[in-house]
């Protein structure tokens, strides 16, 4: 097997950086702490102002393609020394299911960021591309390996897996097809992993476990802290599928009960306005507040003053959910409980109960009963805290899961494309 050492492995991405997805920074850096080569392919331009101060410290180039979308013609970018690259980027039918719905314009504007991709594995000896998320990441990655000759793999999260795109039989597909062309397939959590087996049907079909990662030396508990206090604490986008609406639900029904409390949210997105006017028609205002984005290592500070962080999340109406949402990874390894639902990854975070409370998910009495628990009874925040600790640092260690995720990269680059890599249009 290569060294790790040797590894140079291209990731490719929708956008990067992305400010909610610190988990794709946080696996980049430890494979570089590992030894490991990376280069980073963004399909499209970031498009958030404020940015984590551990991009920093990242060593990979960052490769933004979104100007290629506009080139009409891909094979500007082949290379004279290849002459199956036309091939590779063009026998896949505008029929075949991963271009099903999609419009000509954005079916050229993945190939074009094939190509160059493909050029650049070449030109940089990449060994293997890994994309995170199954939607157009990995459509690109899967061209852009067959082109190179190389082999590629593919995390799958959540919404690439569980949103409607086009009808449930197309979408079913095209992920099939996905499956079947990567040397292997890493999804983030066991709930995951099995759907992902039932949707494969029996096909040859490589899906692994691997949890997201965090940093535990960054999220560390604070010898210091005082477990007391009467702090919730809720960080994410503010989007449907988080489930904040029905946080700011249980937030009346506490303050019904005279339990003291105060909500602090942190995050931007669309439904602000929404969260903002609901909170004011209960009333809340001296008790839920919106607090913007934070950087992650604002975050660390901010869950050191949390007696406990919620994540209330649910299945919005495309389908889409969490999976292993991070945010509760870095409570409970600072040994701040939790509280969320029982959706995909989050019982898998917290265990049986041990490492905080599970509710159903669309129920706010469940949550307020839960969350009215743990402001009320320091002990067991702390007890529940500390079993966060241990289920981290023996599940959720990023640069651990980094390096078995380097070890599967050094598998996949031994194996010589097979005739299953070798055409897309079977």
Not at 8 to 33: D, H, M, W
Request: contains cysteine; aromatic residues 6%; proline residues 4%.
């Amino acid at each position: 097997m290569p060294e790790l050492q040797s590894l140079r492995v291209g990731y490719v991405v929708k956008r990067f950086p992305r400010f909610s997805e610190t988990f794709i920074v946080n696996e980049i850096l430890a494979l570089e702490r590992a030894g490991v080569h990376v280069e980073v392919f963004s399909l499209r331009e970031p498009d958030e102002p404020v940015r984590h101060e551990m991009l920093d410290e990242l060593r990979a180039p960052v490769h933004q393609l979104s100007e290629l979308a506009r080139t009409a013609h891909d094979h500007h970018f082949a290379p004279a020394s290849l002459p199956s690259w036309q091939q590779a980027l063009h026998d896949e039918a505008d029929s075949h299911p991963i271009w099903a719905g999609r419009p000509q314009a954005k079916i050229a504007g993945l190939r074009a960021r094939a190509g160059w991709i493909a050029r650049r594995a070449l030109q940089s000896g990449l060994t293997h591309l890994h994309a995170h998320f199954g939607s157009d990441a990995t459509s690109a990655a899967m061209l852009a390996a067959r082109a190179a000759g190389i082999g590629y793999s593919f995390t799958a999260h959540a919404r690439d897996i569980y949103h409607g795109y086009v009808d449930a039989a197309t979408d079913a597909a095209a992920r099939r097809h996905k499956i079947s062309q990567a040397r292997f397939v890493a999804t983030v959590t066991e709930f995951n992993r099995r759907h992902l087996v039932d949707l494969a049907h029996g096909q040859s079909a490589d899906i692994r476990l691997l949890y997201n990662g965090i940093d535990l030396q960054r999220f560390r508990p604070d010898p210091d802290r005082i477990t007391g206090g009467q702090r919730i604490l809720a960080i994410g986008r503010l989007v449907a599928k988080k489930g904040f609406g029905d946080l700011i639900d249980a937030c009346a029904l506490l303050r019904q009960r005279g339990i003291e409390f105060r909500c602090d949210i942190i995050g931007e997105g669309p439904l602000r306005d929404a969260l903002h006017a609901r909170i004011a028609d209960l009333g809340l205002e001296g008790h839920v507040r919106l607090l913007g984005a934070r950087t992650q290592g604002a975050l660390v500070d901010e869950l050191r003053g949390a007696a406990v962080t919620t994540l209330p999340c649910v299945i919005d109406a495309s389908g889409d959910r969490d999976a292993l949402p991070t945010v509760l990874i870095e409570s409970l390894a600072m040994a701040v409980p939790v509280v969320t639902t029982t959706i995909n990854g989050c019982p898998e975070i917290v265990g049986e109960d041990e490492a905080g409370w599970l509710v159903a998910p669309n129920a706010p009495r469940q949550l307020a009963d839960a969350l009215a628990q743990a402001l009320l009874d320091a002990h067991e925040r702390r007890v529940r805290g500390q079993l966060g600790r241990i289920r981290c640092e023996s599940h959720f260690d990023a640069q651990r899961n980094a390096c078995r995720l380097a070890r599967w990269f050094a598998e996949a680059s031994l194996r010589l494309p097979s005739m299953k890599h070798s055409t897309l249009a079977n």
